[in-house]
């Protein structure tokens, strides 16, 4: 094996080298954009569930204690928790690690407030058989799904985004840059909410 043949193995080497980096930097890439777009559609679901929890409870069918207790927690998910997208979300090592956690604990707080004062579908029937509790319960059912499936997506994202990151390659030629590890986002989000389905007349 002469020098030309020795010189054409390591070009030929280098560029197919250079052609898995660049794949792995674009599909990493991807990724992250999926990531953020999932973080965005959480955020919006999790507003939902809030807002229509706070109708619920605004709307006089629930007990008082219970209703002051769901709009209370629906509140503080909706309004004073800070965002998972936008200014407040920094950093998943830093200040967006504790924003993730400390929305997770409002979210997580609404949830046991809606099971609190819903109770069991069982309990739920006779609410549901008014034409204004169908409707509510019917909206919320809607939305607590809607977060259970955005959570989901959200979650795989990230499970893929930390498998990528883990290979040699990323790890040894810094493919993801400066983009943050992103985390899962926990919340409690099991509510047993009937939902009276689009049958039910007023």
């Not at 660049?22 to 959480?42: F, G, I, K, Q, Y």
């Not at 955020?43 to 209370?72: F, K, N, T, Y």
């Not at 997506?153 to 993801?176: C, G, M």
Request: hydrophobic letters at 45%.
């Amino acid at each position: 094996m002469n020098a030309a043949e020795i010189a054409l193995i390591v070009v030929a080497g280098l560029i197919l080298i250079a052609v898995v980096l660049v794949t792995a930097a674009r599909r990493l890439d991807r990724l992250h954009r999926r990531e953020n777009s999932s973080r965005a559609t959480l955020e919006a679901q999790l507003v939902h569930r809030a807002e229509s929890a706070i109708a619920l409870a605004e709307s006089g069918l629930l007990d008082p204690a219970g209703a002051m207790v769901v709009a209370d927690a629906g509140w503080r998910a909706a309004v004073e928790s800070e965002r998972l997208v936008g200014e407040d979300d920094h950093s998943a090592t830093g200040p967006g690690r504790a924003v993730g956690q400390a929305r997770g604990l409002a979210e997580s707080e609404l949830s046991r407030a809606l099971r609190t004062a819903l109770g069991t579908p069982e309990d739920q029937r006779p609410l549901a058989a008014t034409p204004d509790g169908a409707t509510h319960l019917r909206t919320l059912a809607h939305h607590v799904y809607r977060v259970q499936l955005a959570r989901r997506f959200h979650n795989d994202a990230v499970v893929q985004i930390r498998h990528v990151r883990s290979t040699w390659a990323v790890r040894l030629f810094r493919l993801a840059g400066l983009a943050p590890m992103p985390r899962p986002f926990e919340m409690d989000d099991e509510v047993d909410v009937l939902d009276p389905g689009p049958d039910v007349t007023p």
